[in-house]
């Protein structure tokens, strides 16, 4: 990927988080093939399987996708490497991964009534296994970014307020409270770890769900607006603008 080569060995784990172009090889000088683009038109009526070569010891490789939305946001976007790749194997906390692939492996091998359901469910389960690896990894002294911040106590607490209610009208000294620390330690932290302030984070929050609103929902602008805490469209436009560069109605257009 990106002209680099990463070993992969049983057991382990790669995820793209942008969905980075890559290839795959069998050893220095194999032959490379990109799966994307042998698999069959969609949609399929049972998991595609594609073999390639006539080897004695197989490699066997189970791949799948996630929509995650929320891969957009910044913050989520800065946390993430383009490649994350994890090894089971030995692993003392890789048992969630092994099981939860394993169970997979069994949907595929053995199909039943809900298979299709029951494999995008553990996908879902086993991307957020990866990420609770990532934040075991960030729980470091002066670690920062938005994975950092899960695996910190008080600022986890301000993030899920926030997400959880997002139209609230939060002011440092309610999130504060409901952490159980001072407004200096909690605005301290968010700036050290997350280099912004609470309630900064809080409109960015707000303006990437309402970009989500005006991609997928036919609301009317103004009801937008006013979900994301602003008090008129032309306040919700220059704020949408300076954030994604062009005004709301321009986007919904554009996607």
């Known amino acids: 990927m990106d002209g680099e080569d990463a070993a992969l060995e049983e057991g382990d784990v790669v995820v793209f988080p ?22 069959p038109p969609k949609p399929w009526r049972e ?24 891969i957009d946001f910044e913050p989520l976007r800065q946390a993430l490497p383009k490649l994350i790749h994890i090894r089971t ?16 492996v069994t949907e ?24 609770r690896h990532r934040i075991m990894m960030t729980e470091q002294p002066g670690a920062t970014g938005w994975l950092a911040a899960l695996g910190d106590r008080s600022l986890s607490r301000c993030l899920s307020l926030i997400h ?22 909690l605005a301290e932290r968010f700036q050290t770890v997350l280099q912004t302030s609470p309630i900064r984070y ?25 979900e994301a805490g602003y008090a008129t469209e032309a306040a919700f436009s220059r704020a949408f603008s300076r954030a994604y560069g062009v005004p709301p109605g321009t986007w919904r257009l554009a996607d």
Do not use: K
């Open 18 to 39: 942008f969905g980075t172009g890559h290839q795959l090889g069998a050893g220095d000088g194999g032959r490379l093939v990109l799966p994307t683009r042998d698999l």
């Open 47 to 70: 998991i595609p399987v594609l073999r390639y070569g006539e080897e004695s010891s197989p490699v066997r490789l189970l791949c799948g996708f996630l929509q995650c939305d929320a």
């Open 89 to 104: 194997r030995g692993a003392n906390d890789g048992g969630w991964l092994r099981e939860t692939i394993r169970q997979m």
């Open 108 to 131: 595929v091998d053995v199909p039943r009534s809900g298979g299709i359901a029951m494999l995008a469910r553990l996908t879902e389960i086993l991307f957020i296994e990866i990420l």
């Open 164 to 185: 959880a209610e997002p139209a609230r009208d939060w002011t440092l000294e309610d999130l504060s409270r409901a952490c159980a620390t001072s407004r200096s330690v």
């Open 202 to 226: 809080l409109r960015d929050w707000r303006l990437y769900l309402a970009r989500i609103a005006l991609a997928t929902t036919r609301r009317p602008i103004a009801d937008i607006a006013q």
